[in-house]
């Protein structure tokens, strides 16, 4: 039950986080999820998350978007869909390593 609480409220906050920076709201349901052991279904609940809060932004945004952006989403809608089938083949330990690299890669481009 706390676990489900605990979930609950860090998805509002992934939320918010997601709504102002456009990225974190995959960030912070992954970690949570880590933290409350549902390290097996993490991954593939993220990629859930991710692609709703995705669109809500862009509905939302105060930039408009021109064609070319339409490609961009359109090449990682197809993109995700690829990652969640290789999701499934690749170990646990390595998706961990990936999402290390990607989350202190986008860390250190935020402060140069």
């Keep these: 039950m706390i676990k489900k609480v605990f ?4 998805s509002f906050f992934g939320g918010v ?6 990225v974190g709201a995959g960030s912070v349901i992954l970690g949570v999820m880590y933290a409350c052991g549902e390290e097996q279904r ?8 991710v692609i709703p809060l ?15 952006m339409l490609w961009i989403i359109a ?6 869909v690829v990652g969640t089938l290789l999701v499934k083949k690749v170990s646990g330990k ?4 990936l999402f ?3 989350i202190i890669y986008s860390g250190i481009r935020s402060i140069i």
Aim: aromatic content about 8%; proline content about 2%; hydrophobic content about 55%.
């Design 54 to 68: 995705c669109i809500v932004s862009l509905l939302f945004s105060p930039v408009k978007t021109d064609s070319s």
């Design 94 to 97: 390595l998706l961990k390593a």
């Design 7 to 10: 979930l609950h409220i860090f």
């Design 42 to 49: 993490a991954h593939a609940s993220v990629f859930a998350f």
């Design 100 to 102: 290390a690299l990607v």
């Design 75 to 80: 090449g990682c809608c197809l993109g995700s």
């Design 17 to 22: 986080l997601n709504g102002m920076l456009g």
